[in-house]
C-alpha cells in the first residue's frame, strides 16, 4: 500500500485546542509530531474583556521573573499566589493592593467589586501557557487566520455528510487495510453524489441557525 503523506497542518474545532492544558507539548500554531495544529482558543468571558473600555488580563504586564503585574495606570501587584483551579489546573493568582485601586481613576473599567476597599484579582496560567494562549487569542483576530480557518466549515459538511449519509463512524470490515478501502470508497462516494447534486443544480445549503440564536439576532 502506498505511504500517504503526512498533513502539514490540521483545522480542529475548540474542543480539540487545549493551549492552556500541562498535558501539550505546543501550543496552538505551532508544530505538533511536525503537523501544525490550527483551531480557535477559549476566548476569555470576563465583562472585563467584552466592555469596550473594560481591563481585562492582556493589559497588564507581567514580570515573571520577579513575579508581579503592572496595570495599565502603573500600580504594581501586592501578593503572587500559585494556586489550583477548579479544574485542577495551575494558576496563579495575582491581587492589587486595596490603596491603589480604591484611589484609581479607572476604577470601574477593572473591578465590579462594591467593597469598601476593592482590589483587582486577576488570574493566569503559568508563563509558558499563558504566553502561548495570549499570542493565540491575538492571531485569531488577523484576517490571514479567518481566512485559514474559513476552511473548517467544509470539513464539518463533509464529516456530517459522511456520518449521516454513509455510517463513516462504523466499519464494515475487520483490518486496517479494509477498512481504509471502505474510507476511499466512503469519499468517492460523497465526490459522485456532490457531483450529481451540482449537475442537478442544487445549490450548497447555508449553515443551519438554531432557533435560540434566530430569536437573538431578531431582538
Known amino acids: 500500500m502506498k505511504t500517504l503523506s503526512r498533513p502539514t497542518c490540521r483545522l480542529v474545532n475548540i474542543s ?12 496552538p500554531g ?26 481585562d488580563v492582556s493589559q ?15 500600580h504594581t501587584s501586592s501578593s ?6 477548579n479544574r485542577n489546573n495551575e494558576v496563579i493568582k495575582i491581587r492589587f ?25 486577576i488570574t493566569v496560567r503559568p508563563h509558558e501557557q499563558h ?4 499570542a493565540a487569542r491575538r492571531r485569531e483576530q488577523s484576517p490571514a487566520f479567518a481566512r485559514q480557518y474559513a476552511r473548517r466549515a467544509g470539513i464539518e459538511a463533509t464529516i456530517s455528510q459522511g456520518v449521516r449519509a454513509f455510517d463513516m463512524r462504523r466499519s464494515r470490515y475487520i483490518g486496517l487495510h479494509k477498512t481504509h478501502l ?11 453524489v456532490r457531483m450529481v447534486a451540482w ?11 438554531s432557533a435560540f440564536q434566530r430569536l437573538y439576532l431578531a431582538a
Not at 493592593?97 to 482590589?119: A, K
Open 16 to 27: 480539540w485546542i487545549q493551549a492552556i492544558s500541562p498535558h501539550r507539548s505546543s501550543s
Open 97 to 121: 493592593s486595596t490603596t491603589d485601586c480604591r484611589s484609581c481613576p479607572r476604577l470601574t473599567s477593572c473591578t465590579s467589586s462594591h467593597s469598601p476597599t476593592p482590589r483587582r484579582l
Open 199 to 209: 449537475l442537478g443544480g442544487d445549490l450548497p445549503a447555508p449553515t443551519r441557525v
Open 131 to 134: 504566553e502561548a494562549l495570549q
Open 30 to 55: 505551532e508544530p505538533q509530531f511536525g503537523i501544525e495544529v490550527i483551531g480557535p482558543t477559549r476566548p476569555d468571558v470576563k465583562w472585563q474583556a467584552n466592555t469596550e473600555h473594560g481591563i
Open 80 to 85: 503572587w499566589t500559585p494556586a489550583i483551579d
Open 60 to 74: 497588564f504586564r507581567i514580570d515573571w521573573e520577579h513575579k508581579h503585574a503592572t496595570c495599565p495606570e502603573g
Open 182 to 192: 471502505q474510507h476511499v470508497s466512503i469519499a468517492a462516494a460523497i465526490n459522485i
